[in-house]
């Protein structure tokens, strides 16, 4: 079955540390890759994508993603997080050969303490 | 924000009654899902449609039935409630069949089942 794994289910962080949060994604083939961020209270809003070319994504508010196709994995890069920042953040992934069926990881808690 | 509208926005019901939750889209996107949200699990998906009267099971189907009579609706049934359907709905769209596009998602709908 596909899974997308993210690693760390809480993080905490002071402001202006960096960050970076695991994905890795379970079946082989093409793929399109995404981040997502829901702030409190709010739906998930679009961070980043990845399609094809080159595997250094950036994206909204000083998000990046690495594609690393032999590690399967996805990660998400910010190099100074801000209080602002605090959120749940999803990697998804949809196999570029299915009906475009978007599977999400599990989530990760970003906290961020000023 | 993408045109999603998710009715109703929260609902309390009794176990074994039946719910139906409504997306409605004036994007005119092919993709529609449905995805249940709770804390630990990120959001897993229910079912997706592909085009109208085209729909197929996500991770976690069972319990749930879903209807695509017109582009724009996407309806979620909940035939028997039970406690365990206790959670937040989702609905996103997406528009080509090979991913390379974002989902959109609407706001959300609290269901509690008591």
């Known amino acids: 079955a596909q899974s997308v794994s993210q690693h760390n289910h809480h993080v905490i962080l002071s402001e202006a540390a960096s960050l970076e949060l695991g994905c890795n994604y379970s079946?082989?083939?093409?793929?399109?890759l995404f981040w997502y961020v829901q702030y409190p209270g709010q739906h998930l809003q679009l961070l980043l994508k990845?399609?094809?070319?080159?595997?250094l994504v950036k994206g909204i508010k000083g998000f990046e993603a690495e594609f690393i196709k032999s590690k399967f994995s996805f990660n998400l890069r910010k190099p100074s997080v801000q209080w602002s920042d605090t959120a749940e953040y999803f990697c998804a992934v949809v196999r570029s050969s299915n009906t475009g069926k978007l599977i999400f990881g599990q989530g990760t808690t970003l906290q961020v303490k000023p | 924000d993408a045109g999603i509208t998710q009715s109703p926005r929260h609902k309390v019901t009794e176990t074994g009654t039946p719910v139906t939750l409504r997306c409605h889209q004036t994007e005119n996107h092919r993709y529609m899902y449905w995805y249940r949200q709770d804390p630990g699990h990120g959001l897993r998906l229910i079912h997706y449609s592909y085009g109208v009267k085209d729909t197929d099971k996500g991770e976690v189907s069972d319990g749930y039935s879903v209807s695509r009579s017109k582009t724009e609706d996407f309806l979620l049934t909940l035939e028997s409630a039970t406690s365990s359907q206790t959670s937040v709905y989702f609905c996103a769209i997406s528009e080509t069949d090979r991913g390379n596009t974002e989902a959109f998602f609407g706001q959300g709908t609290r269901l509690t089942v008591v």
């Open positions: 990845y399609f094809s070319g080159d595997p």
């Open positions: 079946y082989g083939g093409t793929v399109n």
